[in-house]
């Protein structure tokens, strides 16, 4: 367990899934295969390769299964045994290049053994002769990124080589095997991870080569509507654009084709949270931690980078979960997941791993649990590496500052903010959570926490000008699912404005909440919604008294009436009862006379 600080935090009670939603996979251990083999359920992924050996055959197909589900420490050693059984498989050595290349989500994949570099050259050197075609234009030379990294330059002009050479292999080969138009797209992916599609809010538009790829990845699937490399990659393309409900029926198919991988059960709530479908997003989820936890009986703990896909899989239930409003699911999961996470993992990869240590606390935040926060404990002191904990000590400083803001403790909340500010100071630069930097992830909360106060201390407006400024470093971050920040500050900034009331206040919050579900990526989530229905029913009102045309008044029931269907239904889901988009908001300090701000003066009215 690598969190002290988590395991003293008591979790709620017994787990019970609040979703009505069947799941749409039970996860359970499957018979072995005959060499007694675990894990018989990685899809239907079969191709024919040139080896005599049908033990060679089988793991080649595994490995390569287990590669496209990302998990590329079990689709190596899958590739090892294929080599056992054949020395000279020219594909068992093509494997382990592969998976030992950097891919989509790791650009410093492990390094081959010189051994590997050596045997691999010696095969590339029969690969010519070789009578297979298929063997001949699938050549070692073409297909497998190099391993060498020497600089960032170096490593964007053997990107493009190898996309190229794949390039050449998917105009001969792409419309006869499937498998050249899924290493073709994965190689024209790694071009540029996460960055797919123009930065939000112009993600409508492609960037250069993702037209290309949709091409691909399109006539690919068309030929093979199941191969789990093609439906993996299509929902990474999908997720970043302006229209991810396009991905939908394909990330669909992720959720059964594949259950012992469990990266591959997870994919689809990239899609669901952007297309308000919260319950299944949590559903797919906890789908993956089971079934992460049946390769964790066999196989151990991940040792390498799959650590941080199965710390993902509780991360975004944990994010699921508080979207949807459910306090004890959200907590478990936070809870769990640092529990999981082992010592010795997290002190050699603290710059990957810590900042999933101080998750409880964002839940804690988010459903107002301001006591259990104050008796929240520090992490444990590392006397080999004092910064090891530094980014869960800012969280605990900025989750503390808040919490005493809203309890009106100003003097104290202002001790906690100098705190918070020395320990950001300290976060190495190289410190991350994915696609983000901890500093910059933990600015957000910094803009928060100042808020929070200022609002507290009667400077009304400068604090929602804070809280403006936490929405700008917030829409920001680099992309990333779950988001970089776990609780969108436009849910504060609404709650704060609706707390000082008046016209403009509320017409302001109104705004502040539709960007959050429609220009923002948060669609139908209880919190915006529930700001959204207040900002309306007092619109209603006013539009009664000031004498508005019938057609408006119309207009404005029957969009009301709507967000409280759809509030109803998600009520039936969460687990506490969410009244205000944020639990900062709780009847505090009233100022008689606000400045009011001009429509002219907001870009969001």
Known sequence: MASGCCAQVPPPGPYTNPYALPSVLTIAAAAPAEDGYPFTRLGPYTRHVLTSSREAKKWFDRGVAWSYGFNHEEARACFEKALQADPDFVMGWWGVAWVTSPNYVSVTALIMSIRNQQQLAVVSEQL????????????VSAVWPPATRSSEAGKKALDLQYKQSMEKVYAEW???????????????????????????????????????????????????PHHIGLVHFYVHVYEMSSHPEKCLPVADVLRWIAPDCSHLLHMPSHIDVQTARY??????????????KLWEKYEGVPKGFYILYRAHDWHFAVYSAMMAGNYEVAMRCAVEMCERIPDAMLKKF???????????LHVLVRFGKWSEILAYPPPPADPADP?????????????????????GRIEEALREMQLYKEAWEKVPTTRTRHTNTVRDIMAVGGKILEGEIEYRRGNVNRGFDLLQEAIGLSDNLAYDEPPGYMQPPRHALGALLLDQGG???????????????LWTKNPGNIWALTGLEECLSFRLKWYNESGRAQGELNDLEKELEYVRGRLADLRK????DVKVSCYCRVGGVKVDKVKVLKRDQRAIL
């Open 128 to 139: 010519d002769l070789a009578e297979s075609m298929y063997v001949r234009h699938f050549s």
């Open 174 to 224: 792409g419309q006869k095997d499937v498998e050249a138009g899924a290493l073709y797209a994965e190689a024209i992916m790694q071009l540029r991870p996460w960055s797919l599609w123009a930065k939000f809010p112009n993600n409508h538009l492609m960037e250069e080569g993702t037209e290309e790829l949709i091409a691909v990845l399109d006539a690919s699937l068309a030929l093979s």
């Open 279 to 292: 319950g299944l997003s949590l559903q797919a989820n906890l789908d993956a931690i089971e079934s992460g």
């Open 350 to 360: 603290p710059d990957f791993i810590e900042s999933f240590v101080g998750m409880p």
């Open 387 to 407: 910064l090891l904990y530094i980014g869960t000590i800012c969280t605990l400083h900025y989750s503390r500052g808040v919490g005493l803001a809203v309890l």
């Open 503 to 517: 016209l403009e206040n509320v017409l302001r919050a109104e705004s502040v909440y539709r960007e959050d579900m």
């Open 573 to 576: 889901d969460a687990d506490v």
